[in-house]
């Protein structure tokens, strides 16, 4: 009625057909309600389903309609980019404020992730581990009440239990439904709504299904959370430190006495065993590995093994990660993304401070060659440009703490090394962007890099730093009085003067501007 009124469609809308505890009913139901619907000239049907399901959901009359373009279909396929804007609409529209570590982080471009970390977001820095327990709880919970429980009875982790048990004991056969089904944990707990109970998990994605000619499969939804719980349970039922170390080497891995590595696919379980040993006994354990005589077994463990402390940054120290630096070959580039995905979390010794203290202790020309000619390589297909990119267009982040942005800013003015003029431009400018309102942090920043051994460093700070002079957005009296007598201290007033012209010119410039604006302080 209101369509007609309006001359516009009105839609009905229904979702996830696929999850219904019987999905018969939509091979007749969908047939009803396009027949009832189809006498309305205003109104019109949306329903959605995941792919797979379509010959088990819906009537061969609305699949032929599909295949002969009668009824239109559109395959969605999550982000359509993971940029940082489109990143930033996904937090916005669950009310979080967007923050360049979130970004950063390589699994924030995975969609279930994404939707993860919004369910559970708290505004504290949560790491990989604490977020998969939180999920599994709310997961729980929502089951729960799906079956109509007023209190979660931990029955998830118990069925998450017998998946793994299963698979371990079926390695070549997938857990189909009616395996699923027969599980010991319903009978445990006496939960007769099965279906209702995997489909609220499935909804949060723990667990997912493809549809076959006659079968439903089930399998963890994210590959991570399939090796925590592993994981989490070999420490659990380890009696000691040693029982872990002993169960990785002769069983997770299989070591042999050749130093053979028979068990390939058990690698990722070992990485993540590894985090959580550390994190309980505050020891690596990646030592194991030492006497694997094929080099390009050790070198992938290696790697996957420094990767994973972006899940654990907060409790790894930079002098222990130094040290695991100097002991093994490890790829630069990876040593790089770590510090990169961690440079803005102000809780983990491996953000832009860390990565500071560690270039810092670098001649020039050693610097260039393990950090500058690493970093030239970047394009607008990495991260960390395209979210300069982000900045560069305008885009502020009025909530972002200081710390935080400090750390940002930190990190860019070591990209600043670069000889990729584009790459330096974007980095300035950004740069420029975030300090326009944000003066305050121009002093700290020129302080911190006062004594860098890089004229392309020093010359581009200064020129960021007049850029920001010049589109400050608002008074910032009192920072630019200090900035501008810091300058002439430290620039003009020494003993000698910094031998690069542009920097001293752009230092001029501050000055002069400062006297331009305020000249009765002159």
Not at 141 to 163: F, T, V
């Amino acid at each position: 009625e209101v369509g007609c009124q309006r001359n516009e469609d009105s839609v009905v809308f229904i979702d996830a057909i696929n999850e219904s505890w019987n999905r018969d009913i939509w091979k007749n139901g969908i047939n009803r309600l396009i027949d009832i619907l189809g006498s309305f000239t205003h109104v019109r049907l949306v329903f959605s389903l995941r792919t797979g399901f379509e010959k088990l959901t819906l009537s061969e009359r609305v699949l032929s309609d599909v295949d002969n373009g009668t009824i239109a279909m559109v395959v969605h396929n999550g982000l359509a980019d993971d940029s940082p804007s489109a990143i930033y609409d996904f937090l916005s529209s669950s009310g979080i404020p967007f923050s360049p570590e979130y970004y950063l982080q390589s699994e924030m471009t995975n969609p279930l992730f994404l939707m993860w970390f919004c369910q559970t977001y708290t505004g504290e820095e949560k790491e990989l581990y604490s977020l998969i327990d939180t999920v599994i709880a709310k997961a729980d919970e929502e089951a729960s009440a799906e079956i109509g429980c007023k209190e979660p009875q931990g029955a998830l982790q118990s069925l998450l239990d017998d998946i793994l048990e299963y698979k371990e004991k079926n390695a070549d056969q997938a857990l189909t439904k009616r395996s699923l089904l027969r599980l010991p944990s319903w009978d445990v707990y006496g939960i007769a709504q099965k279906i209702g109970f995997v489909n609220a998990v499935e909804r949060f994605g723990l667990l997912t299904s493809y549809a076959t000619e006659d079968e439903e499969i089930y399998y963890f939804g994210y590959n991570l959370v399939e090796d925590y719980l592993y994981a989490k349970r070999i420490i659990k039922q380890a009696e000691s430190k040693q029982a872990i170390r002993d169960y990785c080497f002769n069983s997770l891995l299989g070591i042999d006495e050749e130093g053979k590595l028979k068990n390939h696919a058990n690698e990722s379980v070992f990485i993540m065993v590894a985090s959580l040993y550390a994190i309980q006994y505050g020891e690596e354990l990646i030592d194991i590995i030492d006497c694997i005589k094929d080099q390009w077994d050790k070198q992938f463990i290696i790697n996957s093994y420094l990767n994973a402390f972006t899940w654990r940054s907060n409790h790894v120290k930079l002098d222990l990660f130094i040290a695991l630096l100097n002991r093994y070959p490890i790829d630069r580039r990876t040593v790089w993304n770590i510090f990169i995905e961690n440079a803005t979390k102000e809780n983990s010794e491996l953000n832009a401070e860390g990565l500071c203290k560690l270039l810092f202790k670098y001649n020039l020309n050693y610097r260039d060659y393990i950090w500058t000619t690493e970093i030239n390589s970047l394009c607008e297909d990495d991260r960390i440009e395209s979210l300069a990119y982000y900045f560069e267009e305008g885009n502020a982040l009025q909530s972002l703490s200081g710390k935080k942005t400090e750390l940002l800013l930190t990190l860019f003015a070591w990209l600043l090394t670069s000889s990729n003029r584009p790459l330096r431009d974007r980095i300035s400018k950004s740069m420029i962007e975030i300090l326009k309102s944000k003066f305050q942090l121009c002093l700290p920043l020129l302080t911190k890099f006062k004594d860098v051994n890089d004229p392309y460093i020093l010359q581009r700070l200064y020129g960021v730093v007049f850029g920001s002079v010049m589109k400050k957005t608002n008074d910032f009296k009192e920072s630019f009085k200090s900035l501008a007598l810091w300058i002439l201290e430290n620039v003009f007033s020494v003993k000698t003067v910094y031998p690069n012209i542009l920097l001293r010119d752009y230092a001029r410039l501050i000055v002069e501007r400062y006297a331009y604006e305020y000249p009765e302080e002159v």
